[in-house]
């Protein structure tokens, strides 16, 4: 355990942190939007891995990363859009659509993984950057401000996510529609007009997700994401539906997971239990999902289809 205590690996071990969070929080922000306006989508995991290997293959084929990410961006965008067809205009059972997004993403990616490339190839991963002036600073400095570019994408997305949901008008349809869409129809706010839009975010972030975990890794493999989405889907409950908590939420998961590599690394924990301490990360992440959640409100209208003039 001594060994854990030093300088050098718990900067190591929180820097890694932040960086599995990322992931988890850029899902987990896409989710948060389409469930305060009323759509909860399951098949978050799926689309991460049909993101995850186009922004993997692109990057396989083309050497170019910022290619790799937008072809995440255009995965999750029509991956949300369809999603949003589901749930919105043909108000399928919001739980069993997701579902079915979920495993068509699974055998989908798996399958041209399979055709197109067979044997995992390494890839190139996003650049470094380290903060001018802040990365100098001890400790703090090599912890938080000397990451790859996405890093700081995925965190500036939640003061951003806090502006557009509290401060703008979009933001204020949202939250109407995710109370009372009745309500909301009365005032003139088109409740399918703004359940598309956010389902459609949370889409395309979710391709984002996946696409930046497959390149940050610089690797693809058969179910790459090993449940993720669902995880972060879980993060927005624990975040009470605000970005802020969805980001403590996200920050959790990576720590825990950042500390059970580190100490599987230092041989703290034993090869023997390798599988259970991998299981931590989920189950302090349930657990804490369980204190958490019960004390907050879900959006009134989640999972219920509106139908105007029903």
């Known amino acids: 355990m001594s060994d854990f205590l030093t300088q050098t690996v718990l900067i190591a071990t929180v820097a890694s942190a932040i960086r599995l969070a990322v992931p ?95 044997t995992p190839l390494p890839i190139s991963s996003f650049p470094k950057l380290a903060v001018p002036g802040l990365s100098d600073i001890p400790v703090l400095g090599e912890m938080l401000f000397r990451h790859s570019v996405i890093v700081y994408i995925a965190f500036l997305g939640v003061p951003l996510s806090m502006f557009i949901i509290n401060r703008t008008t979009f933001g204020m349809n949202i939250r109407a529609v995710g109370e009372n869409p009745e309500a909301a129809d009365s005032l003139g706010v088109s409740v399918t007009a703004v359940r598309y839009a956010t389902v459609s975010i949370g889409g395309t972030l979710a391709g984002v997700a996946g696409a930046a975990l497959a390149i940050d890794l610089g690797i693809f493999q058969q179910n790459l994401t090993n449940a993720a989405g669902f995880i972060a889907v879980a993060l927005v409950y624990f975040g009470a539906w605000r970005p802020l908590g969805v980001m403590a939420g996200a920050l959790l998961y990576g720590f825990v997971n950042a500390l059970v590599l580190q100490f599987k690394t230092l041989g703290i924990i034993p090869r023997s239990w390798s599988d259970i301490a991998a299981m931590a990360p989920a189950i302090i992440t349930i657990l804490a999902l369980v204190l958490v959640a019960s004390r907050f409100r879900q959006p009134a209208a989640l999972t219920k289809p509106f139908t105007r003039g029903a």
Do not use: C, H, K, P
Not at 42 to 53: E, H, K, N, P, S
């Open 24 to 118: 988890l929080l850029l899902a987990s922000l896409g989710e948060t939007f389409g469930q305060r306006s009323g759509v909860l989508n399951l098949g978050v995991d799926g689309i991460m891995l049909l993101g995850a290997f186009g922004g993997y293959f692109t990057v396989l084929r083309t050497g170019n990363v910022w290619l790799g990410l937008l072809v995440g961006v255009l995965v999750g965008l029509v991956l949300g859009v369809a999603s949003a067809v589901m749930a919105v205009t043909l108000q399928a059972e919001q739980g069993i659509s997701g579902i079915g997004i979920f495993l068509f993403g699974l055998g989908l990616s798996d399958l041209l993984f399979q055709r197109l490339v067979g």
